[in-house]
C-alpha cells in the first residue's frame, strides 16, 4: 500500500492529509489556539471533590473544569503526588526514581476524597479533549509516548501490544524491555516495534526519558494551572504512530516546516529523510493532490460509492447512524443475496474509511442491507474488521444481527470534524451540493448505464449550461477522460431551462438485427 502525508500550511493552522494508495483515510487541523491536545500534561489544581460522583473537578485552565474520576487516577497516584511535593521546592533533582520511594498503591474501590483534597495540585494528561459544552477528560496515570514504546512513571509493569499477534515475538520484546526498563518506570511495547532490535529500543527509550526530564524541571514554582510538557505537533504525531515502509512520500508547502519533519524522521526512521518534499507548484498543495476535491464528495449527508450504492450519515450527540444503500444499483447475473453482498462490501470499506476520516467517536449503528445467510455475514463482518485494522483509534465490532445491524464503538477523544460542502446557490437563494459532487453523481450514473447494457447507440447528457462548459473545458475535459475510460462519446446538450444542479440522461439503443 502506498502511503503519502500532505501538509498544507498557512498563517494560523497547519492541515495534514493522509492518502492510501491516492484515496484520502485521515485528515486532521491543527490550530495555533488549540492548547489542549490528548497528551498534554498539566500541573492542575483540584476543585471541587464529588464524593457522589467518586470523582473530582480539576481547574486546568480551560473554562469548565475537567473531569477526574477515581478510577482515572491510576494505581500509583499517591506516589505521584508524594513527587510533586518534592519536586515543586526546586530542592529535589533526583528525576530518574532511582532511589525514589513509592508509596503503596491505592484500593481499586476507594473513595477519591481519601487520595485527593481541594486545592490540591496535581499532574494530569489529556485523554478526551473538551467537547460540546463538556470540559477536557482527564487522567493522573500519566504516560509518554514513543516512536516503540510508552513510558509510565511510578510502575514497574512491562506490556506489549494486542495487536502483535505471535507469542514468541511478544515474548522476545518483553525480554528486551525488561532488559533496559529503567527502575521506577513501566514500559508498553507498540505494534511498530515488532521486529526492532534492542538498541533501536534503547534510543527510544532515551528521547522519552528526557522528555520525562524536562517535564520534571518545568515543575518547580509553578503556577497552576499550567501546560507542562505538550504533545508533539500533529505531523510528528502521525509520523510517530504510522510511519512504516509504506510511506513514499511527505510534501508540504511550508519550508520551515519541511525541515522540522526532516530533523524528526532523522530521529526516528534514519534513512527516510530524502521522502521529505517542498511543494513548489503555483497550483494549491491540496488541489495538485486531489485532496479538496476528496473533501467535497467525501463529507455531507450522502456519500456516493461505486457502482451506483451510497451512504446516507446521520448524527446525534453520542450516537451516529449509517444506513447502506443500493440505489439504483443492478446486475443480472447476480441474484438478490449475491447483490447484496457486494454492496455490504464495498460498504463497509468506506464506512471504515469515512470513521477515520470524520474522527466519528461514541456509539456507531450501520444498517447494512439484510442478508439471508450467515456464512455472507461472517464475510462481510470479517472484511469490516480487516478494513478497520489501519484505525489507530482504539474500537470494537458486533457480528451483524439477523436485521442486517452492525454496532461500533469508537474511542471519542476530540471533537468530530465537521466540513461545510455545501455552497450558495447561483440562480437563488439557499445552498446547493458543490458542483464537484453532481460531477461524481453524474460519472457513477454513466458508469451504471454503461455496465448494464452495452448497446446503447447514442447516450445524450443534459444538464445546466455552467456544468455543460465545466464538463467539455479544454481538450483533456472531463468528457474526453469518459470517452478513454468507456470507448465512447458521451453528447452533451446545454438546457436553459434547467435548475443549476439538474442533469437527465437519453439514451438511444442500436437497431436489433433479425
Given at each position: 500500500m502506498k502511503t503519502e502525508l500532505i501538509i498544507r500550511s498557512n498563517s494560523s493552522d497547519i492541515d495534514f492529509a493522509l492518502l492510501r494508495d491516492g484515496r484520502l483515510t485521515e485528515l486532521n487541523k491543527e490550530t495555533s489556539d488549540n492548547k489542549f491536545s490528548v497528551g498534554d500534561i498539566f500541573l492542575a489544581k483540584i476543585g471541587k471533590v464529588m464524593t457522589g460522583l467518586n470523582a473530582a473537578f480539576v481547574n486546568v485552565g480551560y473554562p469548565k473544569d475537567?473531569?477526574?474520576?477515581?478510577?482515572?487516577?491510576?494505581p500509583q497516584v499517591q506516589s505521584l503526588n508524594k513527587f510533586i511535593k518534592k519536586v515543586s521546592t526546586g530542592n529535589y533533582k533526583e528525576f530518574t526514581l532511582k532511589n525514589f520511594r513509592p508509596e503503596n498503591d491505592i484500593n481499586k474501590d476507594g473513595k477519591i476524597n481519601d487520595v485527593l483534597k481541594s486545592g490540591q495540585n496535581l499532574l494530569v494528561q489529556i485523554v478526551k479533549e473538551p467537547i460540546s459544552t463538556k470540559g477536557p477528560r482527564i487522567s493522573s496515570e500519566l504516560s509518554i509516548a514513543g516512536r516503540f514504546l510508552v513510558l509510565v512513571p511510578f510502575s514497574n509493569r512491562v506490556s506489549v501490544s494486542q495487536k502483535i499477534a505471535d507469542p514468541k515475538e511478544k515474548e522476545r520484546l518483553k525480554?528486551?524491555?525488561?532488559s533496559i526498563k529503567p527502575k521506577g518506570f513501566g514500559l508498553i511495547l507498540r505494534t511498530v516495534a515488532q521486529g526492532k532490535k534492542v538498541a533501536e529500543l534503547d534510543k527510544d527509550l532515551q528521547n522519552s526519558l528526557d522528555r520525562w526530564e524536562t517535564l520534571c524541571n518545568s515543575i518547580a514554582n509553578q503556577n497552576t494551572p499550567t501546560k507542562i510538557l505538550g504533545e508533539l505537533n500533529r505531523a510528528s504525531s502521525i509520523l510517530r504512530d504510522v510511519m512504516n515502509d509504506s510511506f513514499t512520500s511527505i510534501v508540504t508547502n511550508d519550508e520551515t516546516l519541511m525541515i522540522e519533519i526532516k530533523e524528526y524522521l532523522e530521529e526516528i526512521s534514519p534513512g527516510k529523510e530524502s521522502i521529505v518534499k517542498l511543494h513548489k507548484s503555483d497550483t494549491p498543495i491540496f488541489e495538485k493532490y486531489g485532496i479538496e476535491r476528496q473533501i467535497k464528495t467525501s463529507f455531507g449527508k450522502t456519500v456516493s460509492m461505486s457502482k451506483g450504492a451510497y451512504l446516507v450519515i446521520e448524527h446525534t450527540e453520542a450516537l451516529h447512524v449509517i444506513d447502506v444503500n443500493s440505489g439504483n444499483r443492478s446486475n443480472k447475473a447476480l441474484s438478490q443475496e449475491e447483490t447484496a453482498l457486494e454492496v455490504n462490501l464495498i460498504s463497509a470499506t468506506e464506512i471504515a474509511r469515512q470513521l477515520q476520516l470524520r474522527d466519528m467517536g461514541g456509539i456507531i449503528v450501520v444498517d447494512f442491507i439484510d442478508m439471508k445467510t450467515s456464512e455472507n455475514?461472517?464475510?462481510?463482518?470479517?472484511?469490516?474488521?480487516?478494513?478497520?485494522?489501519?484505525?489507530?483509534?482504539?474500537?470494537?465490532?458486533?457480528?451483524?444481527?439477523?436485521?442486517?445491524?452492525?454496532?461500533i464503538t469508537r474511542q471519542r477523544v476530540r471533537p468530530e470534524l465537521e466540513i461545510k460542502t455545501r455552497e450558495p446557490n447561483p440562480n437563488k437563494n439557499g445552498e446547493v451540493e458543490a458542483p464537484i459532487v453532481l460531477v461524481e453523481k453524474i460519472e457513477a450514473e454513466l458508469e451504471r448505464l454503461i455496465n448494464n447494457d452495452k448497446n446503447y447507440k447514442e447516450i445524450t447528457l443534459n444538464v445546466h449550461p455552467f456544468i455543460a462548459a465545466y464538463l467539455t473545458k479544454g481538450v483533456n475535459s472531463i468528457r474526453f477522460k469518459w470517452f478513454v475510460q468507456h470507448k465512447k462519446?458521451?453528447?452533451?446538450?446545454?438546457?436553459?431551462?434547467?435548475q443549476y444542479l439538474q442533469y437527465k440522461f437519453f439514451l438511444k439503443k442500436k437497431k436489433t438485427v433479425k
Open positions: 475537567g473531569f477526574l474520576h477515581y478510577h482515572d487516577l491510576g525480554k528486551l524491555a525488561k455475514r461472517q464475510k462481510l463482518y470479517q472484511h469490516l474488521k480487516d478494513a478497520m485494522s489501519l484505525d489507530r483509534t482504539k474500537h470494537k465490532i458486533l457480528p451483524p444481527s439477523k436485521f442486517g445491524l452492525v454496532q462519446w458521451i453528447k452533451i446538450l446545454p438546457r436553459d431551462a434547467y
